[in-house]
């Protein structure tokens, strides 16, 4: 990159040397173009990787699973200050049992899934802490999860993604309806005491996983399609592909269950309408 600059440098005093004040903008123009460059270049090697794929390859190998070093508790916060901010506006945040903590992701430490591949047994089996109406807290597993269905569903969300807030909700209303077939579950990308406030709020029926194995499963499975809003499918082991927010909820379900009849069961990937 500096021998090209260089070189335009070189042909710019070569035509621009008897313009006077003209040379002096243009190699200010340069050096604004290299310190830009610069800053780009950090802000990019700083970038944790779920905003884009791009980034993430070069911050992580694919099929990396340091499970037990990719999640940590952000300690640079003042919990004390963010206890009593979260209560101001929170007036009924259960804190007591769902302590208030800041999870974030080291992207060296998980890789990430493609769509078609089966997922790993350390993915399919590592702890995970869900909540839901009836439950404060109980510990499950994706395979747990998937066992008997013949789909299992993960829906990543948070209270500042109105597109995943509705249709989360679509999902509860159809949940005792489909259950049997398809298990849906929210994968909570927040602080934990959010998703059991909005299962009271919004009488959601359906499970929400919560604490580091949600930040786990969004930074591993939604890597390329975005860190909240979509539905991740899971069918046999693999992530068979993704529906988005815009999706008629109905017409999927529809689709989805008459496209596994038709294969026997075999269901090799997610219909492109629903992508």
Not at 27 to 38: L, T
Not at 183 to 210: L, P, S
Request: charged share 25%; aromatic share 8%.
């Amino acid at each position: 990159m500096l021998s090209i600059l260089f070189m335009i440098i070189k042909e710019i005093i070569k035509t621009r040397l008897n313009r006077g004040n003209n040379l002096l903008k243009s190699i200010v123009f340069i050096s604004c173009v290299i310190w830009n460059s610069m800053l780009a270049a950090q802000q990019s090697h700083k970038d944790s990787g779920v905003k884009g794929r791009s980034l993430v390859i070069k911050t992580s190998k694919k099929n990396l699973l340091d499970l037990d070093n990719a999640v940590y508790v952000d300690t640079s916060i003042n919990l004390e200050r963010e206890k009593r901010a979260q209560l101001k506006f929170h007036p009924t945040a259960d804190l007591e049992n769902f302590p208030l903590k800041i999870y974030k992701v080291d992207t060296t430490k998980i890789g990430y899934i493609n769509t078609g591949e089966t997922i790993p047994d350390k993915i399919m089996d590592m702890p995970l802490w869900i909540t839901d109406r009836d439950h404060i807290r109980i510990t499950t597993t994706l395979r747990e999860l998937a066992k008997g269905k013949k789909f299992l569903v993960l829906d990543f969300w948070n209270m500042t993604c109105a597109p995943c807030m509705r249709v989360m909700d679509e999902w509860n209303k159809v949940h005792d309806k489909i259950n049997k077939d398809i298990n849906t579950v929210g994968v909570h990308i927040d602080v934990d005491f959010r998703a059991a406030m909005k299962i009271k709020e919004r009488y959601w029926t359906g499970g929400q996983i919560i604490g580091p194995g949600a930040f786990l499963l969004s930074r591993y499975f939604t890597v390329q399609v975005g860190l909240t809003g979509p539905s991740a499918w899971i069918q046999d082991g693999k992530l068979i592909g993704f529906s988005n927010a815009n999706i008629p909820l109905d017409e999927l379900i529809k689709n989805m269950m008459e496209d596994y009849n038709n294969s026997h069961g075999h269901y090799k990937s997610l219909d492109k309408r629903a992508l």
